[in-house]
């Protein structure tokens, strides 16, 4: 199976290489790094695609049509922060335990950690931060999409066009009849499933990922109260099939938690 449909053109690579170099010097040498466990992949800097088309399936009308961004490049972890990883967090630092820290269900070392607000995913930044000296934070919404995509453009999900679970061969953990048609009941150890085109794991389902952006509507219609919510990108194993979409994007109070919802993180070039 060829899960990246439309690969990037090589001369654009070389490109987009050149200009990292220049952008972030000789620290960007390495195309992976490695701190308190995580493993961060190199975003290249360059313009991106990101929005949905009107005719795209599953849209929903408060997203984006294609527009392009300009980015930096940025390291990304390579998959959701897992319950060993904010394990180590909360050791080092006395920060309370998230929803669900002892649900055998949900608390496996292995499996993305789960009930955490936005101000906690903050706080496990912050630590990041201080124990490294290089800054940490949680993805811009755009950046977030244009990680997600692995290189694609003009397609819905991660691995291209073919639905989640296409010729039988599941791409994500989602809820597309059963909770346990795709092997997992709730969340499923990070990388269970294949990478995008970037080398991540988990850009469509398992846990729907915070932003740091306050969400905004782009549709004008409809309620909307909460001024300070954030941005929640990549759906859960709790979502169907159009939420798994890159540009699909959803939204909760900064305080909430619940057992579908994770993060990772950004680590800044310096």
């Known amino acids: 199976m060829n899960w990246q449909t439309s690969p990037v053109n090589p001369a654009r690579l070389l490109l987009l290489a050149a200009v990292l170099s220049l952008a972030c010097g000789t620290a960007l ?70 929803l669900y820290w002892r649900d055998q269900n949900l608390n496996a070392p292995e499996q993305p950690v789960v009930g955490v607000t936005w101000f906690d995913a ?70 269970s499933f294949p990478p995008n085109g970037f080398g991540l794991f988990d850009m469509a389902g398992n846990v729907a990922e915070w932003c740091l952006d306050r969400f905004f509507k782009v549709a004008r219609r409809g309620p909307y109260t909460n001024p300070e919510a954030r941005v929640l990108k990549g759906g859960s194993w709790y979502s169907r099939a159009r939420d798994l979409r890159c540009a699909a994007r959803r939204f909760a109070a900064p305080q909430n938690a619940d057992g579908f919802i994770g993060f990772r993180v950004v680590r800044e070039c310096n």
């Open 29 to 98: 040498a390495e195309k992976v790094v490695e701190s308190q466990g995580i493993r961060f992949r190199l975003i290249p800097g360059g313009r991106y695609t990101l929005g949905s088309p009107l005719t795209e399936s599953g849209r929903y009308a408060d997203e984006p049509l294609p527009h392009q961004v300009a980015l930096k490049p940025f390291y990304i972890s390579e998959t959701e922060i897992t319950n060993a990883q904010y394990q180590r967090f909360v050791q080092a630092t006395g920060h309370r335990p998230p």
């Open 122 to 191: 903050v706080a496990f930044a912050d630590w990041l931060t201080q124990t490294t000296g290089i800054p940490h934070r949680l993805p811009y919404e755009r950046e977030w999409e244009a990680a997600a995509r692995g290189g694609l453009e003009g397609q819905p999900f991660p691995w291209g066009r073919e639905a989640p679970h296409a010729g039988g061969l599941y791409r994500a953990n989602y809820y597309p009849n059963d909770f346990d048609d795709d092997g997992f009941r709730l969340t499923a150890p990070v990388g």
